[in-house]
C-alpha cells in the first residue's frame, strides 16, 4: 500500500531521526497512526521515519519533510515523493523473543541490527532490545553476532587490500581505545601521532562524550574538523598514516550510533553492549591489533579490579573471534588524567604534552606514553620494555607535534594553534 505526496520543507527540527507531517485527514483516512513508521522514496532516497500527525502544517495531499530530512537530501518543494506502509518489522518479535529468554541466531541478530540501523523501528523498540544486555542478557556467541551484525549493516574500510590505495597494501593497521567514562582525557590526541610518525597506520575514530564532559572527538573538534567522508578518511590515512575522526559521521556500525542515542538518553550501558560497540567499530576500520584501555576505580565506569580483569578477558574473546588481536591496559584511576575539565581545556593539556610546556600535566603525559610504548611494542616497532623511551623520543624531538598538526591539517584544519591560545569562551 502506497501513495504519491507533494514534499513540502517545514520548519520543524526534532534532533534525533527522521520525522514526516501527515495530515490528520489523511491519516484517519488510510489507518496511519501517530508515531508509525513509514517508507519514504524519492528517486534512489529511502528512508524511514515516523509520522507527526497535523491540523494545519500540511495539506491532505502534502508531505512535511523535517529539517533532520531537507537538510541532509535533496528533496524539492513540490516534488512527489512515494510513501508506503509496511507490516510489524520482524525485529520485534526476535527481540520480543529474547526479552522471554530465548538465546537468538545470527540470522535473527542480524535482522535486528540492519533494521535499527535503517531506523525502521523506533526508539522506544531499540530500548527494549537496549534492555536485553541487562535481562536476559547475551552470551558471547551473540555479543559476537551483535558485533558482526552492527559492522556488516554499514560500510567496512579497507585500508590495506584496495586497488585504490595499492601503497598500503600489507601495511599493518592498529588501534587504540579507551572504554571511556573519566574526565580530563587525553591519550589518543598523545598516541595516534607517535604510532604514525613511527610508520604504522592507525585509522582512529572516537565518540562524543556519553558519560564525561567531553568524549575524545569534542575536544579534537576545538582544533580540526572530525566528520569527514569515508573517502576523505582514507585520504588522509594514506597521506599522514593516521586520522583522529569521529565515527558517527561515517556509516560504520550504524546501528550502534542509535544505540548510543538511546543509551545517552537511559545513561546506562552494560559490559556486553560496550565490548560489541567497539568490536563493531574495529571490524568495520578493518583494524589487525588494538590495545583497549580499561581503566577502573570509584569515578570509572569499572568500579573493581576483578570486573576490570572479566572485562579485559571479555574483549581478548570477543576480538579474538572476529580475527582482531587485542590487549587490554588495566589501571587504576583515582581522578582525572590531566588538568581541565571539558573540550578546550582538555585540548591544552593535550597541546601543553605535544608543546614540552613547563606547564603540562605529568600525569597525562605519562599515562598516554605508557599506552603508546606498549602499542609500538606489541606492534614491532620497539623492543619489548622499551616503548616508554620510544614514544618520549618522538614528543621529546617535536615530532609528535609536527604529525599531530599535519593530520591536523590534511583533516580540515584551517591554522595552527597554541596551547596559550585554548582559553574557554574563545
Known sequence: MGLYFKARKVDLEMGDGLHVLLNNELTEKEGIKEGQKVLISYRDIELYVDVIQTDTKVAKDEIGLSFEIW??????????????MFGRPDSIDYIKKKLMGSKLSKDEIYVITKEISERKI??????????????????DSEVVDIAQGMAHAGDILDFKNSGKNSDMKGAFVVDKHSIGGIPAKGVTPLLVPIISAAGLLIPNTSTRAITSPAGTSDILETVMPIALSNEKVVEVVKKTNGCMIWG?????????DVMISVEKALHVQSYNKLVASIVAKKIAMGIDKILIDIPYGPSAKVKSPEDAEMLSEKFIKIFDSVGIESFPYTRFVMGPDGRGIGPVLEMRDILHVLERNSERPHGLERTALEMTGKLLEISGKSAEGRGYDTAYGFVESGRALEKFWEIAFEQGAKKRVKAADMKPGN
Request: aromatic share 18%.
Open 122 to 139: 523506533r526508539d522506544i523498540e531499540v530500548a527494549y532490545f537496549m534492555a536485553c544486555f541487562f535481562n536476559p542478557g547475551f552470551d
Open 71 to 84: 537538510s541532509r537530501y535533496s528533496i524539492p518543494n513540490g516534488d512527489r515523493v512515494y510513501v508506503s
Open 248 to 256: 558517527g559521521a561515517l556509516k560504520l556500525a550504524p546501528a550502534d
